[in-house]
């Protein structure tokens, strides 16, 4: 290098001012932004953050975690309500928009393993509202099979050798399915599907519920959901807070599954061996009654072994009709029809409807007569066939015979209205009121279900002589279902009535008890004295009064018909029959309720068919719940034929119950031919004479002639609005 060269190279004053003035402007630049970072990030520093987060991964800044809905199980474990883990598919229209090679696949794979169209998806991805959105769910209650089918098929392996195994165009086709992610939901089943459905009913959208169980206990049996927060931490890692979510509780029923199920079957089978009758209403389904209600209890505590009614629906599928109505008459259905008629199927007709129960009261009424002192055991009553009230006569179930003389006992045993009416005298209205309040008529009973009615009372001030006369036989005030048998159970355990109930027990998810659902006493109406004298009335009507065809052999009982005539329609007289019994006697273990409203038949008016339903139940149940027998056997015990074909639960042979007709379904069960048989009505619900012993030839005997105005007025309403018929 000569010297010429190197003097070119040397800088001037001026150029040295020049480069310092441009390095000072830089560093005044760079400390600027430095302290507008400085202030920005003091200032704002955590929302940018979080805006940044949540713009590329808004599902893990802020994702909810579903809390799990308790199961709900009988009273041996059996699951009848369960939350089983499901997942929402989610597309992040965003994330596959933000590059074009990620379409196609992903849209492939949902159609592939979803059976999503296409025109969906290309919908949601295109259209201005959705594009940019990171949240658009296009399924739910997707399994946890499927879901982990896709991860399968569109993830790419974590393991590097399964990676690589993969072809290089797999492995793109993999990697460019995007925005597809899976997030934790429950799907709420109902494994036994029917059921119970009256008790346990079912639950919508967001884990809310109105009926049975599931709406009762809703606030327990749901939980609290939990949040999964993902934030930038001050070092600017990701980081993220989780607040667990809080199971629900678990609820153990005092329902047996099994007791439930053999009272479902005989319902069932009773409505389709009625099936065929001349009461079927076009449009509807044919049916054997227009109710048939079942509920069986525990005397000693109030505990629900099994409560249910035909018109049963699928738990899982609660909005279909197709068992009630035709196809036909569902499609003419507007919105509010058929709103009521999803009500009414959904409807606990054991726990909601009110009538006018008839007879099986009558056991009630005369405990509440010897409690109150009105009449003693020791006391009789002369039936001389009905009594004239006022202008009305209201006859007794043998009109035109009579029951003579007859005993506290044989008044049950004979169902004797006559003799009933003259209790109902002996106690006046306002004894008689006092203890229907005692034994919890016209009071909801506290059940631990929702709906419960109340039924309709007489006042002191508008129970007349008529009123009296026949609400002393059942007839002219209203109750429930739950009501009667509640205070039945008081009746024959000893005099203490017990509040009904569902729930035995709540426990949490790990299943620590919680809470014990011990049996609440609520009051005590009669002695023990007088609930014996009760039971021993009761099973002298199994054994030789109106409630004969409820006997299981082998098992000795008591138990109370009932016929009660329902307001009448233009063409005929419609009635709800009905029985309640328990076993054994002396110390009840099991007391059972069938109430049969307006059987699909031409005569209704007989409690054989109410009777029958409670003696197939109780056929198995009793050997089911391991009660020993304590009677000898007079033989087996026969079902009615209208049962042909129902297979039993039990062993028939080491239970001792046969059913002659056959148990197995394909022998001609179910065809909706009319059954013949003998059946009890309203007038040879009560005996003879000449079975009573009555000499109509003695002088103190005097068989009263009515005429035909008096016969007419049976069975019309009086001026009071209650019906004076009999059973």
Not at 256 to 271: M, P, S
Not at 404 to 412: A, D, H, K, R
Not at 480 to 509: C, F, R, W
Not at 529 to 540: I, P
Request: negative net charge; contains cysteine.
């Amino acid at each position: 290098m000569n010297k010429q060269e190197s003097k070119k190279r040397k800088l001037t004053k001026k150029m040295k001012r020049k480069l310092a003035g441009v390095f000072g402007v830089t560093l005044l630049a760079f400390a600027g932004l430095l302290v507008g970072i400085t202030v920005i990030n003091a200032r704002e520093g955590n929302r940018y953050a979080r805006q940044v987060l949540s713009q590329s991964q808004q599902q893990y800044t802020n994702t909810t975690i579903p809390f799990r809905r308790g199961t709900i199980t009988d009273r041996n474990g059996t699951v009848l309500a369960n939350s089983v883990k499901v997942y929402n598919l989610i597309l992040d229209c965003q994330a596959v928009n933000y590059n074009e090679d990620y379409r196609e696949p992903t849209i492939a794979a949902l159609e592939e393993y979803f059976n999503i169209d296409r025109e969906t998806i290309e919908g949601l991805l295109d259209n201005e509202e959705t594009s940019s959105s990171q949240y658009q769910i296009l399924e739910t209650e997707v399994s946890m099979d499927d879901k982990n089918a896709f991860e399968a098929a569109n993830e790419l392996p974590e393991d590097e050798e399964e990676r690589a195994a993969l072809s290089e165009e797999e492995r793109t086709r993999r990697s460019n399915v995007q925005g597809i992610y899976f997030e934790d939901d429950y799907e709420r089943v109902y494994p036994l599907e029917d059921l119970a459905c009256d008790v346990i009913g079912f639950t919508d959208a967001g884990n809310t519920a109105d009926w049975g169980l599931e709406g009762y206990y809703n606030s327990t049996l749901n939980g609290t959901n939990g949040r999964k927060f993902g934030y930038l931490s001050e070092d600017t890692d990701q980081a993220q807070t989780i607040v667990e979510a809080v199971d629900g509780k678990n609820l153990t029923t005092t329902l047996d599954a099994t007791i439930q199920g053999i009272a479902e079957k005989y319902i069932e089978a009773l409505n389709t061996a009625l099936s065929a009758g001349p009461n079927n209403v076009e449009g509807e389904q044919k049916k054997g009654a227009e109710n048939i209600g079942v509920i069986i209890e525990d005397p000693d505590t109030g505990e629900i072994l099994a409560m249910a009614s035909s018109g049963s629906y699928d738990l899982n599928n609660p909005r279909d009709l197709s068992g009630i109505y035709t196809e036909e008459k569902i499609e003419e259905m507007n919105d509010e029809e058929t709103k009521n008629a999803l009500f009414s199927m959904w409807n606990n007709f054991c726990i909601t409807e009110d009538y006018e129960p008839g007879s099986v009261v009558k056991p009630i009424v005369v405990a509440s007569a010897l409690e109150s002192g009105a009449v003693t055991e020791n006391d009789t009553f002369y039936c001389d066939s009905g009594q004239q009230i006022g202008e009305d006569f209201v006859r007794c179930a043998v009109y035109p015979n009579a029951h003579g003389v007859e005993t506290l006992g044989e008044v049950i045993q004979n169902s004797c209205n006559d003799g009933m009416m003259a209790i109902g005298r002996k106690m006046g209205a306002a004894e008689f009121l006092k203890y229907q309040s005692k034994f919890n008529f016209g009071t909801r009973t506290g059940i631990d279900l929702p709906g419960e009615g109340t039924g309709i009372l007489f006042s002191e001030e508008n129970m007349n002589e008529m009123e009296l006369a026949t609400s002393a036989f059942g007839q002219g005030f209203t109750c429930t279902m739950i009501q009667e048998i509640s205070a039945m159970a008081a009746a024959i355990n000893g005099g203490t009535y017990y509040q009904p109930h569902l729930v035995k027990s709540v426990t949490d998810q790990d299943g620590k008890v919680l809470e014990n659902i011990t049996p609440t006493v609520m009051k005590e109406p009669i002695s023990e004295e007088v609930s014996a004298a009760v039971r021993e009335y009761m099973g002298m009507s199994v054994e030789s009064g109106t409630s004969q065809s409820a006997k299981v052999q082998g098992y000795s009982m008591g138990g109370k018909t009932g016929t009660a005539e329902k307001l009448a329609d233009d063409t005929k007289d419609n009635y709800l029959v009905s029985f309640i019994g328990f076993a054994p006697l002396d110390d009840p273990e099991v007391l059972i309720y069938v109430v049969v409203d307006t059987p699909n038949v031409d005569s209704q008016a007989s409690s054989t068919y109410a009777q029958y339903l409670a003696q197939a139940i109780l056929s198995e149940v009793l050997p089911y719940m391991n009660i020993p027998q304590d009677e000898e056997t007079t033989g087996e015990t026969v079902l009615w034929q209208g049962f042909y074909g129902v297979p039993k639960f039990t062993d028939i042979v080491e239970d001792g119950v046969s059913n002659p007709y056959g148990t197995v379904l394909d022998q001609g069960y179910g065809d909706g031919d009319p059954q013949e048989t003998e059946l009890n009505d309203e007038y040879s619900d009560g005996i003879t004479n000449e079975e009573a012993e009555i000499d109509e030839n003695d002088p103190s005997y005097e068989e009263d002639v009515y005429d035909t105005e008096e016969l007419e007025n049976f069975g019309q309403e009086d001026d009071s609005g209650s019906s004076a018929a009999q059973e």
